[in-house]
């Protein structure tokens, strides 16, 4: 089971979506990190502007000389200004002078910020930005912290002059936390996603599984020689089609099973029948019973069944070969009229039998062709044989040869009871007899046209018939004239 299509083709999918959602997962946290960080920096930095302006447009500085240089103090009323923005944005807010002395802050006298001055080299680097630029950076600012935070810092100008700095800074933690919960929450979804997803997916591949499930069960039956099985056919995809198609070759096999059965029947028939004759009166002769004036006309019998025998011995061998595809073509030229005008003397006795009105034979055109002149012998033969079998007695037959278009036309025609029209698409398979040949055809075993039809294919012709019951069958055949071997498709095989 684990080596199942079914278990391989869930797995495959599982994967797929568990790299899906591992690959979204990522990007989602990728892209919220970027953006809460982008966000939170310029946040951050607006109010370090605004709060900049806002201490330089209230004239919240005051500057006292002591001596060589002048020392600017800002009015305690400031610090509730500062709680404001730092409740709202969420961050600590504090203003230092130019030596990193902190002034205000908005947590109060007693914050941690009062213990220690700004690093020299920050306050360098905050102080180069004069120009109005903001500084920003995301660590422990220099060992002023003892934890990651993310600080925007900007000069506060006065007069042209710096005279000191606000800083803004806010705990990583909240990041964290914010990537956090940004992070459960699609893990939650996600699970509730994989899980629907992987509930679906189960069902439906098990769906696609079922017709190939269904088609092994069936060709295991078929193996057994049960074709009664029909796979159940849903939907109209790939996968019906394909259970269409296993059902057709249900009934294909089934049907040439039936065939084949009532081939061996009628074959073992026809082997039987002779040789019992002929083992039966070659006894006769042997042990005496059979006098000696009768001797030639039971000789004559057996020779008639051996003949027969060794027909049907040759049409296995053809039969054979062709299904091979050992039959090679043997292209000559000759006169298709004058190949039938033979055929029609061998069977002259027969025609006289049955007082037979023979039509068209006058009329035939001269057509030489580049053909197999065996098999083309064989294929008129056979069709003729048919026709002189099934006509009615005073019924006629009638010959058709022509040109057209490069090929050779060659059709025979005789009145008759017909053959149904159900049972025309059927008339060229292997081992098929008609229901109403069954009774005047009780020595064929149904390969004769099949092998017609093999050997006009051989050639690149083609065949077909038309038929009224109850009044005529028509059997219609085309060769090129030239052969090439270009036209030589392969034999199909049923």
Request: aromatic share 12%.
């Amino acid at each position: 089971m684990s080596h199942s299509i079914f278990v391989r083709y869930f797995l495959m999918t599982t994967a797929i979506l568990l790299v899906c959602f591992i690959v979204l997962g990522v990007v989602v946290i990728y892209s919220f990190s970027n953006y809460w960080l982008n966000e939170k920096q310029e946040l951050m930095t607006e109010n370090a502007v605004s709060i900049s302006e806002l201490l330089v447009q209230g004239e919240y500085f005051q500057s006292v000389d002591i001596g060589i240089r002048t020392v600017y103090t800002i009015d305690p009323a400031m610090g509730a200004a500062l709680s404001l923005f730092s409740d709202s944005i969420g961050a600590d807010i504090f203003i230092t002078d130019n030596r990193g002395k902190v002034l205000i802050c908005s947590e109060g006298i007693n914050c941690k910020h009062f213990e220690q001055n700004i690093p020299t080299e920050i306050m360098h680097k905050v102080l180069e930005n004069s120009q109005g630029q903001t500084y920003y950076e995301i660590g422990t600012f220099d060992g002023f912290y003892d934890s990651q935070y993310y600080t925007a810092a900007t000069p506060i100008m006065l007069n042209g002059v710096t005279v000191a700095s606000i800083f803004v800074s806010s705990s990583a933690q909240n990041f964290e936390r914010s990537t956090l919960d940004v992070a459960k929450i699609f893990l939650i979804g996600s699970l509730a996603v994989l899980a629907f997803s992987f509930i679906i997916t189960y069902l439906v591949t098990y769906q696609m599984v079922k017709p190939l499930r269904q088609m092994a069960y069936a060709a295991h039956r078929f193996g057994e020689g049960d074709f009664s099985y029909k796979v159940k056919v849903k939907g109209k995809d790939e996968m019906a089609a394909l259970a269409h198609a296993f059902n057709s070759m249900a009934l294909s096999l089934s049907a040439s099973e039936s065939m084949r059965r009532s081939f061996v029947a009628n074959v073992s028939h026809e082997l039987k029948t002779p040789m019992t004759v002929i083992a039966g009166y070659i006894d006769g002769i042997l042990d005496g019973t059979i006098p000696k004036e009768k001797h030639e006309y039971y000789l004559q019998t057996v020779s008639d069944e051996v003949k027969r025998l060794s027909r049907l011995v040759r049409t296995m061998l053809d039969l054979s070969r062709l299904e091979a595809g050992e039959m090679k073509i043997n292209p000559v030229k000759f006169d298709l009229s004058e190949t039938v005008f033979r055929i029609m003397l061998s069977f002259e006795q027969r025609i006289e039998e049955k007082e037979i009105e023979i039509i068209g034979l006058d009329s035939i055109e001269h057509s030489t062709v580049c053909a197999d002149a065996d098999m083309i012998h064989q294929t008129v033969y056979n069709l003729m044989d048919n026709a002189i079998k099934f006509v009615n007695k005073n019924g006629y037959i009638e010959i058709k040869i022509h040109e057209e278009n490069g090929r050779v036309y060659c059709s025979i025609k005789n009145s008759g009871m017909g053959i149904p029209a159900n049972e025309l698409p059927h008339i060229f398979d292997r081992f098929y007899k008609t229901d109403k040949s069954r009774s005047l055809d009780k020595k064929g075993v149904g390969l004769g046209l099949y092998i017609v039809n093999m050997f006009i294919s051989l050639h690149g012709g083609q065949i077909y018939v038309s038929s009224v019951e109850e009044e005529y069958t028509c059997f219609e055949f085309w060769i090129p004239k030239e052969f090439t071997g270009a036209d030589k498709p392969l034999p199909p095989t049923r």
